[in-house]
């Protein structure tokens, strides 16, 4: 059951003539570039229009706490894992799954990390989960590695990017079509037979511009099958992902400026990933082992993006920017779920109790037993219209710059679910029974809704104040149905209906050019589905100080998350004794804690031959339920009054450094994440839910040969340390140990 869009709001936004003069061009360096090879972009104001922050010059304006990693600062993390990147930001936590960072979980400020669903996601400023409203834990992640700067905003200002203001809001840019002819191709190869490709190539001319880019991924896993099965023995993933931008706008003899930019992607996956981890003995005995029941999962993803963008600068003080947009995205997982009616989680958390089962999963032959691997085969849509207008005015002696917001969006979610029977022979699974498509998940879920906001930032001389209103009006609906052909509703009577108010208020008071101090109130809130909880909501404070001296920046922020009401949704990667979709109240709990970030270049001022830029992010953390319950929710359990969170650690520490001469550069990062809690408690950490602290160590190095070529080199976690990246749902799962890159980059 696929919608297909209304596109009416459309043909308004193209039939306004396009008349203005283009917008002049402006170059951008690497850091260790040769000052004549410069990288050209557009300095197009839909540039500015896609970010949720406009660079890093324009955080002092920003009512609340607001971060950006440009290219330059991404060019220096080894890697693909967005989860690398984001914890140089404060504020930000991770949880890893399979090592590669393929499937982040993003938490910000102690909200639910489950597949981020608790954070507004966004790519060039439009919602990408695959159904933000009726399923926003889907399993889709932007391939980082091909993103051109990341931003995040917490606090106040967020709540412009709903519907998850209880956490903050994630935006990543991608390439832009460049002011000239010009491309880059990138190529790499390292261990486990590692392979990456990201090429570009685009030019543009008065009125017309475009971009095509290709990011191509692979690399065999890091964990050894007990049994290999279907010619590999190191299950590892392939990634392809193609992109082309097309823009027109306007000459330079036109009265007011316009564009019109179509931008069209497809990412394609192969995953040979799995939820079956290890028993805490395997584990310390073999980190690195995986099950023969775990021979043949795999995922295999396909996203295709579409989007249609108008901007128009009314007069120098207005401008508006609509977009049309379309994702879709089609998963099939195919992983083992239980073994003769006990699922996994059951298994590994209790093995002695379950000898038979493991013993299966390890790859002993069994009569009796048998394994069920499901087919969590689903399909979703995600499409709208937005429009967006800026407008900078003036009453009296207050200046004004007004945000005003409007959208129109729907989704669904169609679950087509089958589960297949397995006997284990001699190490290799032998099918033994075909499913009936449709017995294990079969339903549809849609959400229409309808979105608004108004923010002013009112400035006051020294003094700006920031208040904003958002609105959400959401329905979501949910159909289950009998049979395979969908000729029979079991039930249709399950829907949810939200009508808020989300308001915010933050302010900025300049002590002088220096000294900046921040704070602001705002309502969190985030929609929960169908499945039975309340809606969750909090009222968020913040509070701290900027300084800004020259080479010099550092932020201080205090932070006071008051959930009135905490939820958890059931997903196949929580875990727990509950069925995927449901919810559960958590009830009150208070998330308070402190960002700390600074970024220097210690050669400021001194006559060195190179840059000595450090950086540095800290979080402290402090979590406490209010209330006691008992739970189904496989990360809570049965939670006593001033338990902690799951997932939250109390500390976090990224640390980074580089040495930049005119033709070389080295950069290190160290990453300190404490020790964390799988499921909700309180005092010391039960091993079997404990994730140890670790540091892991990171190091790339570049080397340019001539004004269009480079020589780089990655290493990622460079002492080697073997590291829990992930417990829930069903075992201890290792972290990626030491990898080696080596690469060549040619710019023309």
């Known amino acids: 059951m696929i919608f297909r869009p209304a596109c009416g709001a459309l043909a308004a936004a193209i039939a306004t003539a396009l008349s203005a003069p283009a917008f002049a061009q402006q170059g951008t360096q690497d850091s260790n570039q040769d000052s004549t090879q410069a990288v050209p972009v557009t300095a197009s104001p839909v540039l500015d229009r896609i970010s949720i922050v406009g660079g890093s010059e324009a955080i002092r304006d920003v009512a609340g706490s607001a971060h950006v990693l440009d290219h330059e600062t991404l060019e220096t993390i080894p890697g693909n894992d967005p989860m690398k990147v984001l914890r140089q930001i404060p504020g930000v936590y991770v949880t890893e799954e399979e090592g590669h960072g393929l499937f982040p979980n993003i938490s910000i400020r102690g909200a639910n990390q489950d597949r981020n669903t608790r954070i507004t996601v966004m790519e060039d400023g439009v919602m990408i989960a695959p159904a933000p409203y009726a399923a926003p834990a889907g399993?889709?992640?932007p391939n980082i590695a091909r993103m051109d700067s990341v931003e995040v905003r917490k606090g106040s200002s967020s709540i412009e990017y709903g519907p998850y203001t209880i956490g903050g809001a994630l935006n990543m840019t991608s390439t832009p079509i460049p002011g000239?002819?010009?491309?880059?191709?990138?190529?790499?190869?390292?261990?486990?037979?590692?392979k990456r490709l990201h090429a570009w190539y685009g030019d543009s001319e008065e009125t017309f511009g475009y971009l095509l880019e290709t990011y191509q991924d692979t690399a065999d896993g890091f964990r050894d099958l007990d049994t290999p099965q279907n010619g590999s023995d190191n299950p590892g993933y392939e990634i392809q992902n193609y992109l082309g931008k097309f823009r027109l706008n306007t000459p330079a003899s036109a009265e007011r400026y316009q564009e019109l930019e179509l931008k069209l992607a497809r990412d394609e996956k192969t995953i040979d990933e799995t939820y079956l981890g290890l028993t805490r003995e395997d584990y310390e005995a073999t980190p690195y082992r995986r099950y023969a029941g775990s021979a043949i999962d795999e995922m295999n993803t396909e996203h295709t993006q579409y989007q249609l963008r108008h901007f128009i600068e009314v007069n120098p003080d207005l401008d508006v920017t609509t977009t049309l947009y379309r994702n879709e995205f089609h998963r099939n997982w195919y992983k083992l779920a239980s073994v003769d009616g006990t699922g996994i989680s059951s298994i590994l958390a209790d093995p002695d109790a379950n000898q038979g089962e493991m013993s299966w999963i390890t790859g002993a032959n069994s009569d009796d037993l048998r394994g069920t691997i499901k087919a969590?085969?689903?399909?979703?849509?995600?499409?709208?219209?937005?429009?967006?207008?800026?407008?900078?005015?003036?009453?009296?002696?207050?200046?004004?710059h007004l945000k005003f917001g409007l959208r129109y969006h729907e989704d669904e979610i169609d679950r087509f679910q089958w589960q297949d029977e397995y006997d284990m022979v001699d190490g290799s699974l032998v099918l033994t029974d075909r499913g009936a498509l449709g017995d294990a998940g079969n339903r549809v879920t849609e959400a229409k809704t309808i979105a608004a906001f108004v923010q002013d930032r009112m400035g006051?001389?020294?003094?700006?104040?920031?208040?904003?209103?958002?609105?959400e009006s959401i329905s979501?609906?949910?159909t289950r149905y009998a049979d395979?052909?969908?000729?029979?509703?079991?039930?249709?009577?399950?829907?949810?209906?939200?009508?808020?108010?989300?308001?915010?208020?933050?302010?900025?008071f300049d002590v002088n050019e220096n000294w900046q101090l921040l704070g602001g109130v705002y309502k969190g809130f985030a929609p929960t589905g169908v499945g039975g909880a309340d809606e969750e909501e909090a009222i968020n404070w913040e509070a701290g100080v900027r300084y800004q001296n020259g080479a010099f920046q550092s932020e201080v922020i205090g932070f006071l998350n008051d959930y009135e009401n905490l939820v958890g949704v059931c997903t196949a990667s929580t875990g727990g004794d509950c069925n995927v979709g449901d919810s559960f109240d958590g009830g009150e709990v208070e998330v308070r804690g402190i960002e700390a970030g600074a970024l220097y270049d210690l050669s400021a001022g001194r006559d060195w031959a190179?840059?000595?830029?450090?950086?540095?992010?800290y979080t402290w953390t402090d979590?406490?339920?209010q209330t006691s319950f008992d739970s189904n929710y496989g990360a809570w359990g049965d939670v006593q009054q001033g338990d902690e969170l799951p997932n939250t650690p109390e500390h976090q520490l990224s640390v980074s450094a580089g040495v930049v001469g005119e033709r070389f550069g080295v950069h290190a990062t160290a990453n300190y994440v404490g020790e964390t809690r799988a499921v909700a408690g309180s005092g010391s950490i039960p091993a079997d839910e404990k994730v140890d602290a670790r540091t892991i160590v990171d190091l790339s190095a570049n080397y340019r040969l001539t004004k269009h070529a480079k020589l780089f080199a990655e290493v990622e976690n460079l002492t080697d340390e073997t590291y829990v990246a992930g417990i829930r749902p069903a075992g201890f799962r290792v972290g990626k140990p030491r990898t080696v890159m080596v690469g060549a980059q040619f710019d023309f």
């Open 139 to 141: 399993y889709y992640f």
């Open 180 to 194: 000239e002819a010009q491309g880059r191709v990138r190529l790499s190869a390292g261990e486990r037979d590692a």
């Open 376 to 400: 969590n085969n689903r399909e979703y849509v995600s499409q709208g219209i937005e429009s967006r207008a800026n407008w900078r005015t003036t009453t009296g002696d207050i200046d004004h």
């Open 460 to 471: 006051f001389g020294r003094l700006a104040v920031t208040p904003g209103l958002r609105y």
């Open 476 to 478: 979501i609906d949910r």
């Open 484 to 508: 395979a052909d969908r000729s029979t509703i079991s039930r249709d009577d399950e829907s949810a209906d939200y009508n808020v108010l989300i308001p915010g208020l933050g302010a900025t």
């Open 610 to 617: 190179v840059n000595v830029p450090v950086r540095a992010a």
């Open 623 to 625: 979590t406490e339920f």
